[in-house]
């Protein structure tokens, strides 16, 4: 049980490491555009090309995040219908359980209630 949740935490910080890795090169590449020697003209076009490149990388993360939680989501319901079907079948067999007790005491009370009336 032990390294199931480290795999879910390692999976949960994937998200997270993919997101800073994709903020630090923008930061790290809009600021060699910022200070490249260029005109005013070359240094806007190269940060739009910029931003046009990163709201695409974003995009792509946000498409594998949907996916990702949708997998996880299908996963959960599985796992909640295979828990569920054990849950019924262990209450199933306490009343089967239950019912043959309460049988067993309803058929020795009645014998002794009718060792007594045939006594008195």
Do not use: C, H
Not at 23 to 49: E, M, N, W, Y
Not at 106 to 120: I, N, W
Request: hydrophobic letters at 35%; charged letters at 30%.
């Amino acid at each position: 049980m032990g390294s199931k949740n480290n795999d879910e935490e390692r999976d949960g910080s994937n998200g997270g490491f993919a997101l800073g890795l994709l903020v630090g090169a923008t930061i790290g590449a809009l600021a060699a555009v910022l200070f490249a020697p260029k005109s005013g003209q070359q240094t806007r076009q190269q940060l739009k090309d910029l931003a046009n490149q990163q709201k695409d990388k974003l995009r792509n993360q946000w498409e594998d995040t949907k996916i990702n939680a949708a997998i996880a989501v299908d996963d959960a319901k599985e796992k909640l219908g295979v828990v569920a079907e054990q849950a019924k079948g262990t209450v199933d067999g306490l009343a089967d359980k239950a019912k043959g007790t309460v049988d067993q005491l309803a058929e020795g009370t009645k014998a002794t209630v009718d060792k007594f009336q045939k006594r008195y």
